[in-house]
Structure formats: C-alpha cells, structure tokens
C-alpha cells in the first residue's frame, strides 16, 4: 500500500518567513495530492491540492509544488503570519481514492 | 449549514462502558469515513463507507462497529471502552468516483476514557 513520509515534524519560523514541508510517497499510482491545515480543537480542511498532470499550483501566500519522477511534494508559505501556526498534513491517493495521511507538521509563527 | 457535524463534541466515560458518536453531512456525499487521532496527531483511518457499504476496515478492535443508515450518516458505536481509546475521533466525507476526493472533515469528538 502507499506510504506517505512527512517531514519536519514542528517547523518554528518568524512572522515573515517562509515555511516549507515535504512529503514523500511510495505508489507511484497516486495520482491526487492535497494539503490540509488543522487548527486547534478542529478538524482539518483542505488548503490547497495538485493533481500528477500539473507540476506545481499556487494561491495566494501558498503553493504546492510535485515531482513525480522523485515521488515527493511539497507544501510552500510564503510571508507567514501568526495565523499560520497549525498542524499541516499531506496526503496522497490514487486509485482506491482512500487517502494516505503523512505524519503532520505543527508549523508556529512567532510574531 | 454546517457541512460534516458530530456529536458529542466532548464524551467522557468509565472504562467498560459503552458510547456511540454520530456523524451527519448534508454535502451529498456518497462515501463517509472514520479516523482516529492520538496524542501525537497522527490521523488513522478506522472505516469507510460508500452508499451505506463497508469499503474498508483497518484493523480496529472487534468492540468499534460502524453503522450506516443512510449515505448521510454513519454513527460509530464503541463496546468494552478501554482506556486506549481515548483519543479524538473525525468524521469525514467525500464524493470520490466524481474526481472530488477531497475530505471534508467534522470538528471531532473528544473522547476520555477513565
């Protein structure tokens, strides 16, 4: 089955800076990629997602970049804001459309 | 016109209890899940239903059984509580076979075993 790595597991950065998480994975048949942002006492929720036919997807402060030849993503933030300060889970699917979780990152921004 | 709800948003019970927690999406959905989150955050699907039907089980104790009424609700029942099952537990749903995979989650109930 897939296996999704997750890595750093706490990033800390000041308000300003950019944050960056990487995932890799181990099915090369997945073929949807999303991120999710869990604030505190809630459930996750999408921020932003990538399919393996575009290499990268931006919106706003966030950006999503994938290599599918290297089977690894990555989640980008840029001029981060106290707001900011989560868990982040990557995930990755494919045919069986049941995601695989990766181990989440807890990102703090210190204003 | 909350889209995944769960209730209760707190459970806290004595060890050999038994509790159920229910979970409601008015998205439309057809395919509905459980997971588990620890201490750790760690998210581990537990179940997963499509159109009323089982379509996964990991490998959970015997003592949590899902039931699914309809393609709007799947309610979790948990036998024999042990002290490992606190942990919180998200609701989620998706519409997956129409290239909507994304999850929607529910807020979580917070269980506490003691």
């Known amino acids: 089955g897939e296996n999704v790595e997750q890595h750093p597991s706490t990033l800390s950065v000041q308000e300003g800076d950019s944050a960056v998480i990487k995932c890799t994975y181990s099915?090369?048949?997945?073929?949807?990629f999303p991120w999710y942002k869990q604030e505190l006492g809630k459930g996750p929720q999408l921020i932003i997602d990538i399919r393996s036919n575009v290499g990268e997807k931006k919106d706003q402060r966030i950006a999503v970049t994938l290599n599918k030849t290297a089977k690894h993503f990555s989640l980008h933030i840029t001029e981060t804001q106290p707001e900011d300060s989560a868990v982040y889970f990557c995930a990755a699917s494919g045919g069986s459309y049941i995601p695989t979780f990766g181990r989440g990152t807890s990102l703090i921004v210190h204003p | 016109d909350t889209a995944v709800s769960q209730t209760p948003k707190y459970l806290v019970t004595q060890m050999g209890n038994d509790k159920s927690i229910k979970c409601e999406q008015n998205?439309?959905?057809?395919?509905m899940y459980w997971y588990k989150q620890d201490s750790k955050k760690f998210l581990k699907i537990m179940f997963s239903y499509n159109n009323k039907e089982l379509i996964i089980n990991e490998t959970v104790p015997n003592r949590f059984s899902p039931k699914s009424p309809d393609k709007a609700h799947l309610n979790l029942h948990i036998n024999s509580l042990e002290l490992g099952d606190s942990a919180v537990y998200f609701c989620a749903s998706s519409l997956p076979r129409t290239g909507k995979e994304t999850q929607y989650f529910g807020p979580g109930t917070r269980l506490l075993v003691l």
């Open positions: 099915d090369s048949a997945s073929n949807y």
């Open positions: 998205l439309g959905h057809d395919t």
